[in-house]
T-cell receptor, first 114, second 114 residues
Framework: AQSVTQLDSHVSVSEGTPVLLRCNYS??????LFWYVQHPNKGLQLLLK??????LVKGINGFEAEFKKSETSFHLTKPSAHMSDAAEYFC????????????FGSGTRLQVQP | DTGVSQDPRHKITKRGQNVTFRCDPI?????LYWYRQTLGQGPEFLTY????????KSRLLSDRFSAERPKGSFSTLEIQRTEQGDSAMYLC????????????FGNGTRLTVT
């Protein structure tokens, strides 16, 4: 079975400083990987996805993630945090060929201090 | 595109009662998913429909849970004989055909079992 581990449950940064949210995955296949964001009282929204094309994936709102097979990592970064980035972020892996289920990590809550 | 709609937003019920939730996906999406999210955790996959066919079910979906999508449009999730452990946010998502098409999530139905 596939799994993801989000290494930090909470991350706090100052506005204008870089963001790094860490994710490691475990997969028997070549996985598809995603990052989703959940703002309070709003539905989950896809930030970006990796599906075996370019290893550096650009998403919405200035976020990007790099797939590193040797490290089994898919960390999410942003050069400069904005107050509106404060939310819960989930690293997600697909279950494998022919499977539609996604496995979500436990989430990282990002706080952005003024 | 009016997004994925879930009804009700909140449901409070007494232990032992039955509850039913409804999900209206984005109209042109033929795939529909149910997930459950408890406090502090990422969403957990429950089940998946392609059109009216239920193609995947998680082991989390006990005999007390049943989901239907009778005409390949809206879906219902019923929980019979609710237990306090069923208290969670129930999320519906839909996606179009295509490998790794992004999921569009609704805002969820929050169930509280007293």
């Amino acid at each position: 079975a596939q799994s993801v581990t989000q290494l930090d449950s909470h991350v706090s940064v100052s506005e204008g400083t870089p963001v790094l949210l860490r994710c490691n995955y475990s997969s028997s296949y070549s996985p598809s990987l995603f990052w989703y964001v959940q703002h309070p009282n709003k539905g989950l929204q896809l930030l970006l996805k990796y599906t075996s094309a370019a290893t550096l994936v650009k998403g919405i709102n200035g976020f990007e993630a790099e797939f590193k097979k040797s490290e089994t990592s898919f960390h999410l970064t942003k050069p400069s945090a904005h107050m509106s980035d404060a939310a819960e972020y989930f690293c997600v892996v697909s279950e494998g060929p022919g499977r539609r289920a996604l496995t979500f990590g436990s989430g990282t809550r990002l706080q952005v201090q003024p | 595109d009016t997004g994925v709609s879930q009804d009700p937003r909140h449901k409070i019920t007494k232990r032992g009662q039955n509850v039913t939730f409804r999900c209206d996906p984005i109209s042109e999406h033929n795939r529909l998913y149910w997930y459950r999210q408890t406090l502090g955790q990422g969403p957990e996959f429950l089940t998946y429909f392609q059109n009216e066919a239920q193609l995947e079910k998680s082991r989390l979906l006990s005999d007390r849970f049943s989901a239907e999508r009778p005409k390949g449009s809206f879906s219902t999730l019923e929980i019979q004989r609710t237990e306090q452990g069923d208290s969670a946010m129930y999320l519906c998502a839909s996606s179009p055909k295509g490998t790794d098409s992004p999921l569009h999530f609704g805002n969820g139905t929050r169930l509280t079992v007293t």
